[in-house]
């Protein structure tokens, strides 16, 4: 149990496009959602929380009308990037937490902007 | 100062080697622990808790010091298939955030 799927894998887009990733629980219910970015030999950095039918909440320095979170339902947050331009270019990894200190990765999204 | 700091490695072992490494973080308040793997592009998943008596999983032995705030990670019998970066997680707070190292790489050779 504890799967959770993140879609698409890996997206390649040209600067000035919005790219939305996917993250869902597929056998639980997520009470809280994460995206981190970590880019190459560096950590996992925190983006934002995300708690279903709430705003997110942006760590220091994470631009919120850049990365748009929504979180519908207790199985699926999204985040878009908009106006991707090539510093954005990162591993996108998000988690899910059913209560706990937990968290449950999806497989990452890998975003190259040209 | 960082909130978790790991020394990155690389460790260099041949397989059925011991390897250890340690993990020190900064905020006294800290509750959780975890050691996490990430192999290479991939996401990082939980290789085991942390508890404050220590715990073994396998060929994994984990140890936390709290006075001194580190956790260890001591992998034996090494397998060509441990080689991974190993994640040190500390969870600070009430709210499931979770703060990351940078990662310690082990590579295991044989």
């Known amino acids: 149990g504890a799967v959770v799927s993140q879609h698409p894998s890996w997206v390649i887009c040209k600067s000035g496009t919005s790219v939305k990733i996917e993250c869902r629980s597929l056998?639980?219910?997520?009470?809280?959602m994460f995206w981190y970015r970590q880019f190459p030999k560096q950590s996992l950095m925190l983006m934002a929380t995300?708690?279903?039918?709430?705003?997110?909440?942006?760590e220091q320095g994470v631009e919120k009308d850049k990365f748009l979170i929504n979180h519908a339902s207790l199985t699926l947050s999204t985040l878009t990037v908009t106006s991707a331009h090539p510093e954005d270019s990162s591993f996108y990894i998000c988690?899910?937490?059913?209560?706990?200190?937990?968290?449950?990765f999806g497989a990452g999204t890998r975003l190259s902007v040209l | 100062r960082k909130e978790v700091e790991q020394d990155p490695g690389p460790f260099n072992v041949p397989e059925g080697a011991t390897v250890a490494f340690n993990c020190t973080y900064s905020?006294?308040?800290?509750?959780?622990f975890f050691w996490y793997r990430q192999d290479c592009r991939k996401e990082p998943k939980l290789l085991m808790s942390?508890?404050?008596s220590g715990n073994e999983d396998g060929r994994f032995t984990a140890q936390l010091n709290r006075a001194s705030q580190y956790i260890s990670l001591l992998i034996r019998d090494s397998k060509l298939s441990d080689s991974a970066t190993y994640l040190c997680?500390?969870?600070?707070?009430?709210?499931?955030?979770?703060?990351f190292g940078a990662g310690t790489t082990v590579t295991v050779r044989a």
């Open positions: 988690s899910a937490s059913r209560g706990e200190n937990i968290q449950y």
């Open positions: 056998d639980f219910q997520a009470t809280t």
């Open positions: 995300s708690n279903e039918g709430s705003k997110a909440t942006y």
């Open positions: 905020n006294s308040a800290s509750q959780s």
């Open positions: 942390v508890y404050s």
């Open positions: 997680v500390v969870n600070s707070g009430g709210d499931y955030k979770l703060s």
